[in-house]
């Protein structure tokens, strides 16, 4: 039996328990945080070299065979998925030696973390449709005990529309799990995709494809329902904002590509229409949010929704190269978007704010901060030779070749927009004198050298990740394309499954 | 808050406690094919150490306890966890349940296995749970 497909839900489940056992010692929390996550990188990586050796890895849980039980299903999209969460659970455990205070680890900052990653990890892993909505509630219930750790009046304002957006979310996919179920008489997805495609085509096939492309759209946070996240991911702990940027979205843009390439593919005529112009909206919206922003973490979150929108772009066009582009898109905006992040940590470690008026001059004091600001903000806005240039290239071209044409410009407009929102921290933060009102907090004790590096470690890991994926794109751009592959050809992925052709 | 010291809460306390608590484990081990199960014994053992709670105070119910509540959450998520692993080892598919049949003298027959200690598993994380809330809701109301 192979358990490399299981091991990235159980290794954080347990490091969890363990550092619940551990309450009591920050340290123990900390080393545990630490190997875990490194053990969740090794796994997920034995996972991915699995699956491009082998293709689709698949697991009966308990021994049920499906579609009876729970099936844990890794293909390459998922593989790629749960290698880079833990990627980014290794950058937030280093980050969060320094990052972390003594009261939020205290009130279970550990453990929920390790929650929230075996909460991401199975969405990733799990071929059942109800189970994608059990992984789902894991994963928020962390999330909002992680948001509002510290209990600030700001918090808690950003968790009350997190959690009021998010349970609708909940509540929309359950009652189109519900109608589906009662239409198809089965949850294992690819049971479900092959009885989907036997069933008369009708109108309530729509209506439920409708229900999943809201409910996954607000979490991913896509128009016209993404103003909780801009309203909440700058309030929490900075680690927390990074690991949610990178990696919350990011599930519900997976559910959408598994859901509407394995189950709804019937009518892309209606569908993914629909998903088009969601998609464009979704940048156009976000790009203009951050233009209006005055607030490092906001700015960014801003982004993060614009960005949803081109991995959008790349489901919608649905063609080989559109999706080749999406997945592409979503391993590099992970990176990209984590790492601009906990930088605006360690900016705030520094001058003590997140208000672009307030801050400046870092580029005279720290160029080398000021550099690795560079790396992912330029990626973020698509210049070459960095990862997004690779990301955005491949999508337009997609698009250019669908021959959607607004879409197109709008998607080019956005990353001139996009670049226009970079400058503009780059402007305020690093370039413009300090103003001269603002006391330095430089002799804050926080922020003596060796409680700085590790704030620094995962920022250069992460910069150099993004600077791999641009230099040396082939390799990670054969990954793409193999996933897009099987993502096209669903037959493949209901044969692992049910081990039949159907 | 309750005010702890009335005397019949006091004399229902002592005895209802330990019944509650025997009635707990009754239903714990029911649990695999008959109604019951770690979920809901976890809760009935709870409310027998919450009407504890709240006859005699916070302190004295930790002391009865023995063990911190939330020690008990991970504790108990540990054994749950546990539980899924010995399939491995057979080189099934984890939490394909185990069973290890023991036969007393005298012809009874104890089913162990692994679906009894994930039951156990949750049975501590809840109790662990509730206790903790209510023992820090009565700590704050107590201070």
Redesign the interface.
Known sequence: MRAEVALPILVPLLFGALSLIAWRSNLMQRVLGIIGSVTLLICSIWLLMSVLDQGHVVMYMGGWMAPYGITLVADLLSAIMVVLTGMMAVAIAIYSLSSASPSHEKFGYYPLMHLLLAGVAGSFLTGDIFNLYVWFEVMLIASFALLILGGERAQMEGAIKYVTLNLLSSAIFLSAIGLLYGLVGTLNMADIAVKLSQTEHTGLVDVIAVMFMIAFGIKAAAFPLFFWLPASYHTGPVAVSALFAGLLTKVGVYALFRVFTLIFNQSPEFTHQLLLWGAAFTMLTGVLGAAAQFEFRRILSFHIVSQIGYMLLGLALFTPLALVGGVFYIMHHIIVKTNLFLISGIVHRLLGTYDLKQLGGVYKDRPYLSILFLIPALSLAGLPPLSGFFAKFIIIRAGIEAEAWVVTAIALIVGLLTLYSMIKIWAEVFWKPLPENHSTVDSNPSTKPSSLAFLYIPVVLLGACTLFIGLNGQPIYEIAEASAKQLLNPALYIEAVLGETP | MMKPGTLILHVAARFLVPLQLVFSIFLLLRGHNEPGGGFIAGLVASGAFALYLFTFGAAVTRDLMRVDP??L???G??IA?IS?LP??FH???????QWWPILLPGGTEIKLSTPLFFDIGVYVTVLGSVMTMLVALTETEER
């Not at chain 2, 080189?91 to 349940?97: K, R």
């Open positions: 939330r020690n959450i991970g504790i998520l540990l966890m899924a399939a491995w080189g099934q598919a984890f939490l394909t349940s």
